[in-house]
C-alpha cells in the first residue's frame, strides 16, 4: 500500500481540564489543547476503572477509564489533513487537538496506516493499534447532528496507538514509519472501522492482523456471530471511543 513514510508532530495535545459530559458518563478528558514543550511518551499499564488516572503523554487525562486509555490505547493521533477536510464539511476551523487527539500530525495518512506498523515517534517507538470508534461523548462534545453516523462514514478515525519504546516528543519531530507487518495480513486503521460497523470479511482479515487491541476480539463476536451485510451497518452509539 503506497502511504507516506514520513510526517511531522505538528502539535502535542494535552487535557486542558476534565469537562463534565451531556451524557451523564461525569467528567471527561477530550477536550485537548497543543503544549509547547516536549513531552515524555510512556507506557501508562493497563486499563483499570477508577479515578482519572494519566493517558500515554505525561500530563494528559483520561476519566472514562473503563473505555479509553491504557496500553493499547496510549496515545491517540489524528492528521491535520484529516481535521482540514472536516473544517470544510462543518464549515468551522477544528484546532489540534479539537478530536481529542493526543498528537495532531501532518504529512501521514493516519486513518490507511496500518495495523502492527511501528512509527518513530520524536525519540519514541510506537505501534499502531486500533481505530478510534466515535462514542455519546465524542458527539456531545462536538455537538454536531448526527455526529457519530457521520464521523464513522468518513472513514477518517485516527489511529490509538501503543508505546513500545518510552520517549519523548514534541512540536517538530519527525514521525517515521519504521516498520510494516508482511504481506497478507494488513489492514488499514480505516479498514478496522468498517469491521467494527459489520463487515465480516475485514474482521476476518482484522484477527490477523499483529498488533492488533485484543479488546477487538471481543467486537469480532458480535460481528462473526449475526448475519452481516458486505455495507457497514448504521453506526451505533458507543463507549469505545
Known sequence: MDVPLTGVLLSVNLAAETLPTPHDTGKTGIGKRPVTWPVPV?????????????????????????????????????????????????????????????????????SGALIGETWGLGTAVVQVASARIP??????????????????????????????????????????????PPAGVTVTVAEAMRAYYGDADLMRRLLGAPGLDPQWEETAVSVLGRPVRREASVPRETAAG
Not at 486509555?69 to 472536516?86: I, K, P, S
Not at 472513514?155 to 519504521?178: C, F, K, Q, S
Open 135 to 180: 462514542c455519546a461523548t465524542f458527539a456531545g462534545w462536538m455537538d454536531e447532528r448526527h455526529w457519530v453516523k457521520r464521523f464513522a462514514r468518513a472513514g477518517r478515525p485516527g489511529a490509538y496507538l501503543r508505546v513500545l519504546e518510552e520517549g519523548v516528543a514534541g512540536t517538530g519531530d519527525p514521525i517515521e514509519v519504521l516498520s510494516r
Open 42 to 110: 510512556s507506557d501508562p499499564g493497563p486499563k483499570r476503572r477508577g479515578h482519572p488516572r494519566p493517558n500515554g503523554l505525561a500530563g494528559d487525562i483520561v476519566c472514562t477509564t473503563e473505555h479509553h486509555g491504557g496500553t493499547d490505547q496510549a496515545v491517540y493521533a489524528y492528521a491535520r489533513e484529516d481535521l482540514d477536510w472536516w473544517t470544510e464539511q462543518l464549515g468551522r476551523e477544528l484546532a489540534g487537538g479539537v478530536f481529542g487527539e493526543n498528537i495532531t500530525t501532518a504529512g501521514l495518512d493516519v
